[in-house]
């Protein structure tokens, strides 16, 4: 009996992830043909569904999601924000995985360990997200772990953004061309076009969003800008957005009328419902720090339908903030954004036990981003400098295999006075350091930067070019933590990180154009005494390319066992008790 015990528990350690819940979702991605701005066009699905579908879990939650490229080009799904512990491998960025080609799949397997929130996923290679491919990610939290609010009667997913008629492929030439990609034709809200709001700027026929709602119910709107590259202002006519959660992290609760998203930025605010209310209402995403007049059919327009609605939505659109000509004004509220030190998170411990401010900083890093330039012959975007060549082989697998000339430890800590180039530069950062980043836009756009596998301390943000004696002003106590935050044009952001993830790390400009031709890195962070327990090792499905590309399999595939694992733990459990019952008999 003892015997069959040992089995037992050996088997379960070995097969699969230990203790906690397990998910198993298929992602077929794959083209349908839609006309969201009333145009037929090829868009990114998954199973079927543009956007694709919801991954709802919850903290510690270990997650299985098997990816099958139906597309015509290469594939990879990112997850941002999810910070994979230990587990850079799954993160889906060319600097940390070989692509999935086309008719073959791979499961990414990953644990969303100690996190709550507001995400969402999307294909990173290419300029696939302009067409599509992205859908959200709720990570809900541990029912022992109180949330610092009421819980409301439901949430609602507004996945917003800006919109090509054209498709990726088509606009991923532009770029390459030298040419900048213009004004979008339009703002999706969860796939759809605007409601015909204008007869002049909206074509009839547009299918549009409708969220259904209860006079008096209180609802959790999650937002997430996964557009191309323009912010968003985003406002719900008569209503007050209560803001509560950006990017896995509590807020202090504060009121808005409207709410600048910045591409790749998730939000989630509280929306209590009119007990009175006897009409529809709009909701409304614009095109944020461009001239908006011209600008103006940049707008998605959903609508706020009441249970008791006694009519449509009607007349001008609730106004977007007239500060576009005072970006010192509309930088007010991102400085306003604090973190809720008191709420506890995915752990029972208060957000604001980490006390960052008493930290010393162990290095310094400025990086600098400039418009595009041509760098031999290539409309290309630099870093410090840099336009980043992604490896043929996997930064991690080549230092597993001992691949030289894979990539080069010396991004620089600041920018110098030389021609831009283009190589494959990486940060060399430390195990357990705890660096200032300095992100300072001299590009002529507002930049959303973003970087994989980390949380950082939002601890400062001004106009003009950083200097040391811009320490003075840093937020040392409640900084937001995330891992997207807005660089102004013009300005600078300064963000602290406690380097505790051992990976390589993407750290990169989210606006799609400017990502595409460049501007990114890695921070490669090593434990040089990993003894198994700070990184894991490599998945067995893990896919070989570049300099490796003998090691891989002939089929491109995951491992069934991956796949089947829950249903043989079930199985093998009803076989293990029938033969403990037969042996105690």
Known sequence: ??????????LFSTLCFAADPSVFLDFKVSYITLSPLGVPQRVIAVNGAFPGPVVNVTTNYNVNINVHNQLDENLLMTW?????????????VLGTNCPIHPKKNFTYRFQVKDQIGSFFYFPSLNFQRASGGFGPIIINNRNIIAIPFAYPDADIVLLVGDWYTKNHTALRTTLESGEELGMPDGVLINGKGPYRYNSTLVPDGIEYET????????YRFRVHNVG????????IEGHNLLLVETEGFYTTQQNFTSFDIHVGQSYSFL?????????????????????????????????LHYSNSKGPASGPLPVAPSDIYNQWSAMNQPRAIRQNTTASG??????????????????????????????????????????????????????????????????????????????RSVINATYKGFIEIILQNNDTKMQSFHMDGYAFF????????????????????DAISRSTTEVYPGGWTAVLVSLDNVGVWNLRVENLDRWYLGQETYMRIINPEENGKTEMVPPDNVIYCGALQ????????????????????????????????????
């Open 211 to 218: 969220i259904n709602v209860d006079p008096g119910k209180t």
């Open 1 to 10: 009996m003892a015997l069959l015990l040992l089995i037992h528990i050996a």
């Open 550 to 585: 003998s090691l891989q399999k002939e089929s491109q595939s995951s491992s069934a066992m991956a796949l089947h694992c829950c249903n043989f733990k079930l199985f093998l459990t009803l076989v293990i008790t029938i033969l403990a019952l037969y042996f105690h008999f």
């Open 346 to 423: 995915a752990r029972p411990n208060p957000q604001g036990s980490f006390h960052y401010g008493s930290i010393n900083v162990t290095d310094t890093y400025v990086i600098q981003s400039l418009p595009p330039v041509r760098i031999d012959g290539k409309f290309r975007a630099t870093l410090n400098g840099i336009s980043f060549v992604n490896p043929d082989t996997p930064i991690r697998l080549a230092d597993l295999h001992k691949v030289k000339g894979a990539y080069k430890l010396d991004f620089p800590n600041k920018p110098h006075d030389r021609t831009p180039h283009m190589d």
């Open 228 to 235: 191309t590259s323009t912010s968003l202002n985003v406002r």
């Open 80 to 92: 941002p924000g999810i910070q994979m512990r230990r587990n850079s491998w799954q993160d889906g």
């Open 458 to 477: 939002v601890v400062g943000m001004d106009f003009g070019v950083w200097n040391e004696n811009s320490r003075n002003n840093y937020n040392k106590w």
């Open 271 to 303: 929306v209590t419902m009119d007990q009175n209310a006897t009409k529809d209402y709009y909701i409304v995403a614009s095109a944020r720090f461009v001239n908006e007049t011209v600008w103006e059919r940049v707008t998605g327009v959903a609508i």
